[in-house]
């Protein structure tokens, strides 16, 4: 397993457009991918999941990846986070 502690610093949070790009991007890897936010594991490649989460911009969270490609998803769930989520 790997992870790393991110900080969402989108404007918007975790909206529905971001929220989107995120888990369709989380649901082409093998690896489970979690979102440890507020000590709740929320499901990355699910959309509803990720949006009732209620992710706001400033907030601190940890991406957990556990699975045979587990670096490659890590890797890409940082720069998307780190990009902004395409906003």
Known sequence: MVSKKLTLNNASGFHMRPASVFATAMAKF???VTIDFNSNKINAK????IIAACIKCGSEFVI????PDEEEALA???E???G???E
């Not at 699910?46 to 999941?49: C, E, I």
């Not at 957990?64 to 699975?67: K, R, V």
């Open 30 to 32: 093998q690896s489970d």
């Open 46 to 49: 699910s959309l509803l999941n």
């Open 64 to 67: 957990e990846c556990n699975g």
């Open 76 to 78: 890409k769930a940082v």
């Open 80 to 82: 998307l986070i780190e």
């Open 84 to 86: 902004g989520l395409g």
